[in-house]
């Protein structure tokens, strides 16, 4: 049987911080060897907070383990923003699972 679990350092499901404004986020990364940098990426559960913030903004993602600068991109049909970044991960620890969060698909 294959494990389909991502592996170790590729995840972070839970709360964050995008300016002053507590947030939900989940995260997936990965290792890109063509460019030797870290790629993250995910979205950002619903907030009306987040309304003032335009597509393509450049924003610091704060999770209680560190911070890193990522992109805000496209909101899909729920209401969640994109945010993506290099380099830098928005943690002092690898990303993990973290359980259930806020985000919905109604």
Request: charged share 25%; aromatic share 10%.
């Amino acid at each position: 049987m294959t494990d389909t679990r991502h592996a170790r350092g590729e995840e972070y499901d839970g709360p964050a911080r995008i300016d002053r404004t507590p947030v939900e986020v989940r995260l997936r990364g990965h290792f890109q060897p063509i460019d030797g940098r870290f790629h993250w990426y995910g979205r950002i559960a619903p907030d009306p907070a987040l309304e003032t913030h335009a597509s393509g903004a450049t924003v610091t993602l704060v999770t209680p383990y560190g911070e890193a600068p990522g992109r805000l991109s496209d909101v899909d049909p729920w209401g969640r923003f994109r945010i993506s970044g290099m380099g830098a991960r928005p943690s002092d620890r690898p990303f993990e699972p973290r359980g259930p969060t806020r985000f919905a698909y109604t």
